[in-house]
Structure formats: structure tokens, C-alpha cells
């Protein structure tokens, strides 16, 4: 080995102890990312934060989670977050596509948006900055559809005629609950090809009509993340939007507890994907491209940036829960009324998290190291 090399590992190796052990210091972490990983370096050359982003907050895909890192980013980076009309509720007048005459007047000009919507790229247009990067988050279609059927189970329309509430039953004759055009029908098909601006009840032996839709995306869309690969997912995103580790920090939102989901068994998952083929195709597709993505960064430098962000993650979770990661918890035991989740029906528990009394930030420098890094 030469000396140069024994210095990175020894430098390596001192930078995780440090992280692992003391916390903070990141910068340590961050110079041997530069060493080891160029092709992750995020500033070459210092390169500003991207702050112009339309978030297509897609249902059911871990989206809340993304969400609130925006809200967050938006906080401390004095930023415009656009918002919905108070007639449209909290999102932009779904199901109905987006309109920039749903956005309230005291948030424009906006440099973010991330509500739920209905995506219409001409209208957001109107609203958002010319250089607005446009970002969404896809889930693999069978864990999604058990997910918004037990979420939506006694407000959409063709889950709530389906005899005991049966995934296996509504699978088994979808026709028989399901309408086209009735209330609430994008939860019951096709439900990410509808949030994206597509038909979801489109003939699916219409390929032509599946690629040119993809291709549409594919050229508006700067990243499309996967939920199931959701850390690297934000790898790529950090590098996207030239942020820092700091900037894509989550605590996980809107989650069930366990028991509120359902087990799929054998061929219930083929079922689902056939059901709704289209949101199959596109899946796969950007499955398939996220991870080519990945893979020309290099495996071991997204592994590696990874277990940073989950180490950097734990020890600002810590440190905001009094040294202790946060405990799920049912909405009735979250005392402070104002963090409990909604809950859909009395099937589904959604869980939260109660802010210890003393909540403080973080002491100052546990996950400030990449800042000062990046800026060098
Ligand atoms: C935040 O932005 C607003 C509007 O752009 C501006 O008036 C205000 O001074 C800014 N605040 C800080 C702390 O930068
Ligand atoms: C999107 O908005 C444009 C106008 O900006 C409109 O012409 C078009 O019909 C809209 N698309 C949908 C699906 O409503
Ligand atoms: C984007 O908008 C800015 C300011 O409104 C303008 O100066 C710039 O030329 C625009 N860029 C493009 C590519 O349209
Ligand atoms: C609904 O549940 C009842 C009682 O468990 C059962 O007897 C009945 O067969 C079920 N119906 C269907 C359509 O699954
Ligand atoms: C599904 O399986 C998990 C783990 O095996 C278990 O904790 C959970 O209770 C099961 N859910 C149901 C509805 O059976
Ligand atoms: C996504 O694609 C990767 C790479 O082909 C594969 O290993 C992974 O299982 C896929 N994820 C899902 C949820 O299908
Ligand atoms: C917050 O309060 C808890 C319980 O009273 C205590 O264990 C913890 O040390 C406190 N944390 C801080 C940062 O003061």
C-alpha cells in the first residue's frame, strides 16, 4: 500500500470512529467521501444549494416523509413553500388537476411546492421559477394498493361495498365495486399514473400509450425516486439539489402500526400489479432506472453515504428525543393533540411520535459538519 492509501484508510477509519463515537464532525466523514467517492463529491466546483423544487406529492409513498424535509428546508433556508387555497384543502383541489389559481396569493412567488395534486406541468409552470427541478416518488404497486386499500377502506367508494372489507374478495371481481368515474376512484386504480396527470383507466394493451407517458415523465421529471429504496433514493436527491447531508435528515411520518396491515399472500401481489398495470409499468421502469443511476455512482460509494445519512439521522433524532431514539406511537397516547396523526378508520392505526417536553435542537454542530464542508 502506498503511503498515500495508508493515510485514506487511516483517515477513514479515525473520521467513522469519530462519527460513531463522539457524533458530529462530519466534515472528517465528508473529506474522505471526496478521497475515495469523486463521482459523489457535490461540489466540484462550490456550487449553490438548488432551492426552486415541485415535489409530485404521489399517495401512499412515503411522500409525508419527503414532504416534511422540504417544509424543513424551507424553514431555515427563508423559502416560499406554495400553498393551497383554504377551499381547496390541504391539497391543491385534488383530485382535480392542478391549477395555479389554487395556490393561496400569500405564497407566491413560490421557490417550493409539495402539497398533494393532480400534476399539470402547464399550470405549475405559471407558478414556479423557470429552473424549478421536478421530483416525485413512486411505490411498488402491491404494498401500495394494500396500503390505500386499508387506508381508504371506508371513504372510497368501491372498497367500502366489498363484503369484510376483503382485499382478497374487491381482487377477486374488481369490476363488480369498481366505477370509473365514481368518487374517489384514482384510489381504487392506477393510482400513480392519475397523480402524474395520466388515464388510469386506459386500455394497458395500448404500449404505445404506456411509453410515450413514461417518456413524458421522463423528460420533466429530474428525479424520480423509489419508496422501498427510499435512502437512496435521497442520495441521488442530495446530489441533485447540491445539498447537504444535514438537508435530507427524516424521521419516518404516517406510518401504520403493524397489525393495520395485511400480509399479502401468494398470488395476491400478481393480482394487484395486473389490476393496475399501468402504475406496474412505471414502477418497474423507474425501479429499473434509479438503480442504473446508482450504479454509476459506484455501489460502495451509495453504501457508504447511506449508513452516514442513517448514522447522521439516529444521532440528530437523539438528540432532539433526550438521547433516545422516539418510540411509534397510537394517536391516543400522543399527548400534545396537535402531532396526532390522522386516522382513517377504526381498522388502521396510524402512528406518531410525542415531542419530549424539553425538545431542544440538537446541540449545536451534530449534524452541521457537511455545511461547513461543502462551503470549503
Ligand atoms: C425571508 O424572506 C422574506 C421575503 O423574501 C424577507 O422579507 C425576510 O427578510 C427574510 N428573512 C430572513 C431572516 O432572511
Ligand atoms: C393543464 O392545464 C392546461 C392549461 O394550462 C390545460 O389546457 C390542460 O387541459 C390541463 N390538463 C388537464 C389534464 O386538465
Ligand atoms: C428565467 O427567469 C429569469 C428571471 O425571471 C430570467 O432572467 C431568465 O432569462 C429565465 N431563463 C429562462 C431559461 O427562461
Ligand atoms: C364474510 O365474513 C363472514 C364471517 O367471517 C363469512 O361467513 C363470509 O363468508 C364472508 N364473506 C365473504 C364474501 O368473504
Ligand atoms: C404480518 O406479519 C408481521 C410480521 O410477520 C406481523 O407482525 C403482523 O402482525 C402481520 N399482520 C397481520 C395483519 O397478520
Ligand atoms: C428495484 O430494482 C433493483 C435492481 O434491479 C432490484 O434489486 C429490486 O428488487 C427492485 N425493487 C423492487 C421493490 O422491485
Ligand atoms: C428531557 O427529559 C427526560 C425525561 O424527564 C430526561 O430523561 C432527559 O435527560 C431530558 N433531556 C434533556 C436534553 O434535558
Known sequence: MSQK????????????????????????????????????QVHPSPKPKHTSIAFLKTHKTASSTVQNLLFRFAERHNLTVALPYQSCDHQFCYPRPFSARFVHPHTVPPRIITNHMRFNLSELRRVMPNDTLYVTILREPASMFESLFSYYNQYCQAFRHVPNGSLEAFLADPWRYYRPDEKDSMYA?????????????????DGDYVSSFIAGIERVFSLVMIAEHFDESLVLLRRLLSWDLEDVLYVKLNMRTSGSKQNLSNELPAQIRDWNALDSRLYDHFNASLWRQLDALGPECVAREVELLRAARDRVVRGCFGGQLPQLRPATQIKNKELRPW???????????????NASRPEAGAGRGPTTSASS
Open 189 to 205: 386504480r392506477n393510482t400513480l399514473t392519475f397523480d402524474l396527470g395520466g388515464d388510469k383507466d386506459h386500455a394497458p394493451s
Open 5 to 40: 492509501k495508508v493515510f485514506v484508510v487511516l483517515l477513514a477509519v479515525s473520521s467513522v470512529s469519530l462519527l460513531l463515537h463522539r457524533g458530529g464532525h462530519l466534515i472528517w466523514t465528508m473529506k474522505v467521501f471526496r478521497l475515495d467517492c469523486p463521482s459523489l
Open 343 to 357: 386516522q382513517p378508520s377504526s381498522k388502521v392505526d396510524i402512528v406518531g411520535y410525542d415531542l419530549p417536553p
